[in-house]
């Protein structure tokens, strides 16, 4: 078949959620209390989560159903496209056959909003008036604004400083919903005065920003923490990508011999990729799939696997990851929904079982290959995004070295629109690779929690 864009019907849709822990070979461990030293039980996440989700948090279940009023909100964009770019394989002169499972059509313009709405339907029916989380290039921030309109819930959204000042409309756009947002860190929380008083001039990250929602959720009785990745729940969310991209592959009469996601938390990754390791797990199946992250925060690819806190400020429990360490402040790249130390513990348990691999990019490489996407394909990707895009180029050029046809699917999971001040940088030759510090990664890993 030939079509350049390959579509599913809404009763297409998936009715579940397909949670990959019934299908490892080896289990997660479980997160541990940092109060007590003790693995964390659902008594330790009911300040800040609803049940309904923490349920789904522990769950081995293999499949989720999905409830009505969530997936009838799914319908306003799933399910989402998939495409053949033909133009760009025509212009890398490729053998391999691309593929690429759009998630930028949503209304917050990224895949978010498949794990944003039901974490904002969950906390609607448990009685929460308000919503905690933090954001980092801001397509978290706007799905969650936006999920919490459709529930008339109040949001606050934490955006780490030095995206928060790249990206002004994305801070607009949550504010057209009705979100408060909060430049990270910032005098609101106790976690963010103590950053801001050993460095007044913080750009933020990721995992400062987490400290300062949860500590927002924890010391209101009205409000809940929302996080966009990371998360057992959050990941099984977004295996809706998944599942629709394994129909739309047989609708073509194809099969990925390898996948590219980009990787910060996860999410974006597993959504696509786990329902495809299902197969590789159950069926016989053999599909490559590949991490990418950005080099100046790679998680994967230099961090350690060990125990560590999800925040800055030690609020979170301790789990099991691939980290760079918890206070490890990564460089101000532009990418900046990448930008946390550590990972999804379901990502990094099948890293390290060799399940999965992982890889890492320059910027200037990634901005590179995102701009000859869009001037052959017509979409301008998120930075996030494009670290999918240089891989996939990539993995297409060395099929044209070797002669050899492979099938090769990426998730091209947001738009760039509100990034074109990062694009006006690499265009006017001001963008550089930014490498992290290596004394400072060092002294970081030095610092994780102790857990016997």
Not at 184 to 210: C, F, H, K, M, W
């Amino acid at each position: 078949m030939s079509e350049k864009k390959i579509l599913l019907s809404e009763k297409e849709i998936p009715t579940h959620w397909y949670n990959v822990m019934k299908d490892m070979p080896n289990p997660l461990k479980p997160p541990i209390n940092p109060g007590t030293g003790k693995p964390a039980g659902p008594e330790d996440f009911s300040a800040i989560f609803p049940q309904a989700l923490i349920a789904q948090e522990m769950s081995g279940d293999r499949w989720v159903e999905i409830p009505d009023e969530v997936r009838e909100l799914y319908k306003i964009w799933r399910p989402t496209p998939m495409f053949r770019a033909y133009q760009l394989e025509k212009a890398l002169g490729t053998p391999a056959h691309i593929y690429y499972k759009y998630e930028g059509v949503s209304p917050a313009g990224s895949h978010k909003l498949n794990t944003a709405i039901p974490q904002a339907y969950y906390n609607k029916k448990e009685g929460i008036k308000r919503l905690a989380t933090e954001t980092g290039a801001g397509q978290w921030g706007s799905s969650l604004s936006m999920a919490c309109k459709f529930f008339d819930l109040e949001c606050a959204v934490y955006m780490v400083k030095v995206s928060y000042n790249q990206k002004p409309y994305r801070r607009i756009l949550m504010n057209s919903f009705g979100a408060e947002v909060i430049p990270s860190p910032s005098d609101r929380t106790e976690s963010g005065r103590a950053v801001l008083a050993q460095n007044p001039d913080s750009p933020g990250s990721l995992g400062v920003a987490i400290s300062e929602a949860v500590e927002d959720a924890a010391k209101r009785g009205d409000t809940n923490y929302a996080l966009g990745s990371v998360l057992n729940h959050v990941i099984l969310h977004q295996t809706v990508i998944g599942q629709e991209a394994l129909l739309q592959m047989e609708k073509v009469g194809e099969y990925p011999d390898v996948i590219f996601g980009s990787c910060g938390g996860g999410s974006n990754f597993a959504g696509l990729a786990f329902p495809f390791l299902h197969q590789n797990l159950t069926a016989g199946k053999k599909t490559r799939l590949v991490a990418v992250e950005p080099e100046a925060c790679p998680t994967l690819t230099r961090g350690k696997f060990a125990y560590d806190f999800g925040d800055v400020a030690q609020l979170t429990p301790i789990m099991m990851m691939y980290t760079l360490g918890h206070d490890f402040m990564p460089p101000g790249i532009h990418a900046g929904g990448l930008r946390y130390h550590g990972d999804s513990p379901l990502v990094s348990q099948l890293y390290h079982d060799g399940l999965i691999e992982a890889e890492a990019c320059g910027q200037t490489d990634v901005f590179k290959a995102a701009l000859q996407f869009a001037q052959t394909e017509g979409i301008i990707p998120a930075p996030e995004s494009a670290h999918a895009v240089s891989s996939a180029i990539n993995e297409a050029l060395r099929a044209k070295e070797s002669g050899e046809k492979r099938v090769i699917l990426f998730n091209l999971s947001g738009h760039g629109h509100f990034d074109m001040s990062a694009y006006e940088s690499y265009l006017s030759g001001n963008l550089q690779d930014i490498q992290y510090d290596e004394d400072a990664l060092k002294q970081s890993l030095e610092r994780l929690p102790q857990v016997t």
